[in-house]
């Protein structure tokens, strides 16, 4: 299996940038698909971003395109979520996850590994 560890969160002003990573740990990084979630508080936790096995594809919630970049990178086992434009309404606790799907999966039910969760406030 592969452990992951979110990082990066924090408070930052409606408008600013944050930048999460998520180290992987355990089996080879490359093998999984990965993804980005969110959940706000008292929402259901909602897919953001997955990105393939390679990094060659990727797909985003309609919403957050052009604000989100997913993005990976295998030699370090390590993915990322570059978050620009921040919006009040993106406050939430960002989790990571890995699928053995090998393509981009978007739903909870297609990951089979979670991290802990990084909070991300905006403040307005």
Not at 58 to 81: E, H, P, V
Request: with cysteine.
């Amino acid at each position: 299996q592969v452990h992951l560890v979110e990082s990066g969160g924090g408070l930052v002003q409606a408008g600013g940038s944050l930048r999460l990573s998520c180290a992987g740990s355990g089996r080879t990084f490359s093998n999984y698909a990965m993804g980005w979630f969110r959940q706000a508080p008292g929402k259901e936790r909602e897919f953001v971003a997955g990105i393939s096995w390679s990094g060659g594809t990727t797909y985003y919630l309609d919403s957050l395109k052009g604000r989100f970049t997913i993005s990976r990178d295998n030699a370090l086992s390590t993915m990322y979520l570059q978050m620009h434009s921040l919006k009040p309404e993106d406050t939430a606790v960002y989790y990571c996850a890995a699928s053995e799907h090998t393509i981009v999966v978007t739903t909870m039910l297609e990951y089979d590994y979670w991290g802990q969760g990084t909070q991300v406030t905006v403040s307005s």
